[in-house]
């Protein structure tokens, strides 16, 4: 499945430029009973899948691939993905194995869909990991937050979750 798409970048500020591959991500979301994907763009077909948690808490979306933007290579990425799981285990943090990338599926990485966070903690934890951002979906938004500068912040207007197939 796709992932986020990144570049090198000066300084620790997310390129102009790659904010709108952020924002034409997919993510998918493996729950124990079904694969959810969030993405932008209206649903083909049948209406959207209702927010899957029932409630208002957030599900942030963190990966710990490629960091600074700069391609890392597997056993990198493997080894930062495996010290934010336990960071997120050392928190008590409950989370769920995700993907996010481009729609085309050229571009992949592995993430953690984590809910018990904040939008400043999932923000931190993103920058620890050297992330340009994050993403946040509640029951009526999808947003891209900036690890950075939180004046980036972007809510996708046109979103929709649908169920996949195993």
Do not use: K
Request: some cysteine.
């Amino acid at each position: 499945m796709p992932a986020v798409s990144r570049s090198a970048r000066s300084a620790l500020r997310p390129q102009p430029h790659q904010w709108p591959r952020y924002l034409r991500a997919v993510v998918d979301i493996a729950f124990p009973a079904h694969t959810v994907r969030v993405a932008p763009g209206s649903p083909e077909g049948a209406p959207g899948l209702p927010y899957p948690l029932g409630s208002a808490r957030t599900i942030h979306v963190v990966t710990a691939f490629n960091p600074l933007g700069r391609e890392a290579g597997a056993p990198a990425n493997l080894r930062a993905q495996h010290e934010l799981l336990h960071q997120l285990g050392l928190r008590r943090l409950r989370w769920w194995p995700a993907v996010g990338g481009d729609p085309a599926g050229t571009h992949a990485e592995i993430s953690a869909a984590v809910v018990g966070m904040d939008d400043a903690r999932a923000r931190a934890l993103g920058r620890r990991f050297g992330q340009d951002a994050v993403f946040a979906w509640s029951p009526g938004s999808w947003r891209l937050l900036s690890c950075t500068d939180p004046a980036q912040d972007t809510v996708v207007a046109d979103w929709h979750a649908t169920l996949l197939t195993r």
